[in-house]
């Protein structure tokens, strides 16, 4: 194996992983907390999910949001690892930024926009903390 690349991809796991984890648990939780009670107690056509594959896999059993979330999980981190460089980060950036949208969609309509944007706020600290302030040594975000 090139030992360059696989102390990229380390670079890119350390760094850019942690935002997109972050916002992917963010919207799991969210999603978690905000299921109707009768979905709890096995009424699975009170699934609310705008994902389509989670969504179904919701509708088939409780647990269907744990096992596709801890898929998905396992998925960030794999590929943000063994995708090549370049891509890695296009990956990573997308799973942020769609994480941050789908758990604004739930923050939005039931806690107000401000806290939607609190949330990207949060999120796009993260991003270039871990980020954009380990590429650039000269930066240094106040």
Known sequence: MNTKMISHNNNVLNRAIIPAMTASIIDILITIFHQHPDYWQGNLSKANEGNPIGGTLMQ??????????????????????????????????????????GACSWISPRYGFWWAMVLILFNSILYVQFTLSNQNPGFKPS
Do not use: C, T
């Open 60 to 101: 088939q059993h409780v647990s269907g949001i744990f096992v596709i979330s801890g898929v998905w999980l396992i998925l960030i981190v794999l590929l943000g690892y063994y995708l090549p460089a370049r891509l890695s980060k296009v990956f990573l950036l997308f799973v942020l930024i769609a994480h941050s949208y």
